[in-house]
């Protein structure tokens, strides 16, 4: 098969994203270099800026593209179950897919890693309206205890996860909390706080899955638009 502009341009992309990552968890984002990222890539520095027109764009991408292949890997448990669109065993399954790369874990600790370049409102934006369309389907199928306001669970459930993912360093050492533990607790937390005392029938996971799929599908698209342009 021919070789397209398009596969090149996307290949190149991806070497230079693949360097940029690597430093980022080598040197933190304060001292990664444009050159830097351009020498291990094989390439010129100028090369870099037809990608991304600035370091802080680079360091969106980097993210962004991470945000893409967790959520791939979110996306496939809910095509394969669709009690995984519940939203305690969502955010198990995030929590897990996010621990588990050392970009996005990085990322988590300390959200101001990527600063504050316009894009990144846009996505912050998209992430807002694909928890609500989750969560509104979640409801209109009774996977929610009633009585209670979306945005008032949005933020409850951001603030306690985001809680696990921050809490890591302050364990104590040994073998009880592993990563899967964890999560389990995490998922524990959210399914006592939100959700009905009776487990559902499963074919109202079956009947929220598509929108589900359709929420984070969209927002799948504004991180791959993110990493490499529409």
């Given at each position: 098969m021919a070789r397209?502009?398009?596969?090149d341009?996307?290949?190149?992309?991806?070497?230079?994203?693949?360097?940029?990552?690597?430093?980022?968890?080598?040197?933190g984002s304060r001292e990664l270099r444009i050159d830097e990222v351009a020498r291990?890539?094989?390439?010129?520095?100028?090369?870099v800026y037809l990608h991304w027109r600035s370091r802080e764009e680079l360091l969106l991408?980097?993210?962004?593209?991470?945000a893409v292949a967790m959520l791939d890997e979110v996306l496939a448990t809910i095509r394969a179950d669709p009690v995984e669109a519940a939203l305690h065993r969502y955010l198990r399954r995030h929590f897990l897919a996010a621990m588990r790369r050392p970009l996005l874990r990085s990322l988590f600790a300390d959200p101001a890693?990527?600063?504050a370049h316009p894009a990144r409102a846009g996505v912050l934006a998209a992430k807002l309206v694909a928890a609500r369309a989750h969560l509104a389907a979640l409801r209109e199928h009774g996977l929610l205890r009633p009585g209670q306001d979306l945005a008032d669970i949005d933020h409850a459930t951001q603030a306690i996860a985001?809680?696990?993912?921050?809490?890591?360093?302050?364990?104590?050492a040994g073998p009880r909390f592993t990563l899967e533990h964890r999560a389990d607790q995490l998922a524990d937390v959210i399914r006592r706080s939100f959700e009905p005392s009776t487990p559902p029938a499963l074919e109202l996971f079956a009947a929220a899955a598509p929108q589900v799929l359709a929420a984070f599908a969209e927002l799948r698209t504004e991180f791959h638009h993110l990493a490499y342009g529409p």
């Open positions: 397209t502009q398009r596969t341009l996307r290949e190149r992309a991806d070497a230079l994203l693949d360097a940029a990552a690597t430093l980022l968890i080598e040197v291990r890539a094989g390439v010129g520095k100028g090369t991408a980097v993210g962004a593209r991470a890693l990527l600063g985001y809680g696990f993912f921050a809490a890591g360093p302050l364990l104590p």
